[in-house]
């Protein structure tokens, strides 16, 4: 059930523990997750590139374009939708569901 949300949300950190306009990769149910801090708001994405076998959080964080750039051949990738923006990437990666309480940043993963 693709765009079905797939498990309970999960807690990945504290909401200081990221600073505006870092990512982050995260292990979740055997899953690796690239969170990315923009202002306030959080997102999260698949952290491998739909393009080759490279981690997404490794790259920058573009804050005006809400989206995470991939280290390996630049591709962007849309931290709300998942959309791949730019070549060569042309597949979209995941886009999970986040919330941020008073606890910290939960995801909640989606299916591929
Ligand atoms: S591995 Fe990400 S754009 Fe090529």
Redesign the pocket.
């Known amino acids: 059930m693709s765009g079905e949300s797939a498990a309970d949300p999960v807690r990945l950190c504290g909401r200081g523990d990221l600073v505006a306009g870092e990512a982050r990769c995260f292990a979740v149910d055997g899953r690796r997750v690239a969170l990315a801090r923009i202002g306030e708001e959080f997102f999260a994405v698949d952290d491998t ?1 739909s ?2 076998d ?1 981690s997404l959080s490794e790259g920058d964080v573009d804050v005006d374009e809400c989206a995470l750039e ?1 280290p ?4 962007l990738f849309d931290l709300r939708t998942g959309e791949a923006l730019t070549l ?2 042309v597949v979209p990666v995941v886009a999970h569901d986040v919330a941020v309480t008073g606890e910290g940043v939960f995801v909640t993963l989606r299916e591929r």
């Not at 390996?72 to 591709?75: D, E, M, Q, V």
């Open positions: 590139c393009h080759a490279f991939c390996a051949h630049g591709s060569p990437a």
